[in-house]
């Protein structure tokens, strides 16, 4: 419980329920926290851990960011990768430079994205790049 005022409530309990009537058998008993400024008066089995309130974790109020490859050297990339070098998301062969497209959402105009590069032959590398205005 997470709460400013928790009032003398009497009995909080946390113990395991009967498995199965058969087996006549108990679960295992579970845990008890109580986060507020003021100890209430309650009574709790197992006993209870108290600790002072705090603020749980909220949902984010903005989307949260992301990247995602659209496509290299024009072969478009999958939704959903599977990232397997078994099993390549897009397969190219240049020995040239290609493009890599690249879709940003909710992310700020002038950050700096590093792709990093690897093959299953050769070292890899790292490119940098700033994100562009907002596509609409």
């Given at each position: ?76 990339a999958p939704i959903s990768p599977f990232l397997n070098y078994l099993t390549p998301d897009i397969q190219i062969n240049a020995n040239t430079p290609v ?38």
């Open positions: 419980m997470i709460a400013p005022v928790i009032p003398s409530a009497g009995n909080v309990s946390a113990q395991g329920g009967l498995n199965s009537p058969a087996q006549s058998s108990f679960a295992g008993d579970g845990y008890i926290r109580i986060n507020t400024p003021a100890l209430p008066a309650v009574t709790s089995n197992p006993p209870a851990i108290f600790g002072p309130l705090f603020k749980p974790p909220l949902p984010a109020l903005t989307p949260i960011p992301s990247l995602r490859i659209v496509s290299v050297n024009n072969v478009a493009n890599v497209a690249i879709a940003a959402a909710n992310v700020p105009v002038g950050t700096i994205v590093t792709l990093r590069l690897s093959s299953e032959f050769g070292a890899g590398t790292r490119r940098s790049t700033a994100t562009r205005s907002p596509v609409p």
